[in-house]
């Protein structure tokens, strides 16, 4: 079964403790992409890859560092979180061969609590 | 960072009666998308469009590429309780940065 593939689903840590949140797809998939989801501001892009060892910064990329690896990695990684950074994260892939990039299939999401 | 005006925030409709949203950019887009969100899920993809006038439909949804290329819009005809959800509206300029609307929360009442 086609899927992205986010862990952990839920985390509740404190600030400064370094935090990574995987994602994988078996799609093979050239794009990848970290959102965050925060009420009444909809969906907003972290970091994205386009193939691997290429990523760039999205619209809110500080805070976090992403890399690229393997083609189907994408981790998210806090290195010092803060409590502005609780919110819920999405992992999303896509592919020009099928469908196009905008055809981005989302996993099912991490809610990150930081105290 | 840059949003894009998606409108209205929230809709409680009837079942059977026609829903309609839209988003505006200040910004010209040369993709637009549109996306279902149910609770606990990630947003699955409706419907993509790539050339301004476009005009395409996925079962009972369709959307518009707006001519100007800063807006687009969506119609739900017939609508259902399954309905229910919030949908997004995105846009990218080709840089492969997508922006995101703030969403439409959806309320069908049976």
């Known amino acids: 079964e086609a899927q992205v593939t986010q862990n952990p689903r839920y985390l509740i840590t404190v600030t400064g403790k370094k935090l990574t949140v995987t994602c994988s797809q078996n799609m093979n998939h050239e794009y990848m992409s970290w959102y965050r989801q925060d009420p009444g501001l909809g969906l907003r892009q972290i970091y994205y890859?386009?193939?691997?060892?290429?990523?760039d910064k999205g619209d809110v990329p500080e805070g976090y560092k992403v890399s690229r690896k393997e083609k189907r990695n994408f981790p998210l990684i806090l290195e010092s979180p803060s409590p502005n950074q609780t919110s819920l994260y999405f992992c999303?892939?896509?592919?020009?061969?099928?469908?196009?990039?905008?055809?981005?299939?989302f996993g099912d999401g991490t809610r990150l609590s930081i105290l | 960072g840059q949003q894009l005006n998606q409108s209205p925030q929230s809709m409680f409709i009837q079942e059977g009666e026609d829903v309609s949203m839209n988003c505006t950019s200040s910004?010209?887009?040369?993709?637009w998308l549109w996306y279902k969100q149910e609770p606990g899920e990630g947003p699955v993809l409706l419907i993509a469009?790539?050339?301004?006038?476009e005009l395409t439909s996925n079962g009972r949804l369709t959307a518009q590429f707006g001519i100007t290329r800063k807006d687009s819009f969506l119609n739900i005809s017939a609508s259902i309780p399954s309905d229910v959800g919030i949908y997004f509206c995105?846009?990218?300029?080709?840089?492969?940065?997508?922006?995101f609307g703030t969403g439409t929360r959806l309320k069908v009442l049976a």
């Open positions: 910004s010209i887009f040369n993709t």
């Open positions: 890859s386009m193939n691997v060892e290429v990523t």
């Open positions: 999303a892939s896509s592919s020009q061969k099928t469908g196009g990039w905008g055809t981005q299939h």
């Open positions: 469009l790539y050339k301004a006038g």
């Open positions: 995105a846009g990218t300029s080709g840089t492969y940065k997508y922006i």
